[in-house]
């Protein structure tokens, strides 16, 4: 069975920095790419950043280009999303999220709420 599991969130002051945490069970990770999503209130769900399954590639929202950076440990299953000078628009609860390769499937996590206080 497949799981998702996020962790990090909290409130943070407006320029300060937020590791969230996303640990990844009952696949082989190295066939997933790993990502992030968030949906703040009365928004819709919106892409964030993504890792590819080798480790090599990634692509972010213009609105967290460099600020936002997507590492991932393989050895670990874990991929993490560092926020760095965070903007309370960056308010949302965070989704990680697992893609295989192969099939296009995708596993979602419970979320993690994040509050950056103005």
């Known amino acids: 069975q497949v799981r998702v599991v996020e962790s990090g969130g909290g409130l943070v002051q407006t320029g300060g920095s937020l590791r969230l945490s996303c640990a990844a069970s009952g696949l082989t990770f190295t066939s997933y790419a790993m990502g992030w999503f968030r949906q703040a209130p009365g928004k819709e769900r919106e892409f964030v950043a993504v890792?590819?399954?080798?480790?090599?590639?990634?692509s972010y929202a213009d609105s967290v280009k460099g600020r936002f950076t997507i590492p991932r440990d393989s050895a670990k299953n874990t991929v993490s999303l560092q926020m760095n000078n965070v903007k309370p628009e960056d308010t949302a609860v965070y989704y990680c999220y697992a893609d295989e390769v192969a099939s296009g499937t995708r596993y979602w996590g419970q979320g993690t709420q994040v509050t950056v206080s103005s």
């Open positions: 890792i590819g399954w080798n480790d090599r590639s990634t």
